[in-house]
């Protein structure tokens, strides 16, 4: 049985290096996250990010969850990423599988970001236990 679960997030640390490399230099990512409603909890990430002249970019990212996803306790890891050109999104995402600990051991699921007009931020996440 597969659920569905959405909760919004707000990054609480965001500390950037940039790499030797790409058209406009691509940075190294450390990243903290706060959750809010049925994913409640924080998570420490971080996430490699290369933008372009015209505005557009890539990212890769992995972040590491400690809470709550729905009433069960525990962490799990999940990799993520977009690409971002002319307006448009291509987000992608899931939770590693076997990165599950606590109530939150067997999760799997695919999770994408989405960034609102006015800059809220959420996730979405289709998961299932494996039995």
Known sequence: MTATTTASFENTRHESARLGFGPEGCARVKIQRTYAGSLVGESQGELLVCPTADGMFGYVGIDHF???LDGRTGSFVYQHGEMHEQGSRRPFG????GSGTGELAGLRGDLLISVS???DHQVKLDYAFET
């Open 117 to 119: 007009a006015d800059g």
């Open 94 to 97: 899931f939770v590693v599988t």
């Open 66 to 68: 400690t809470g709550t």
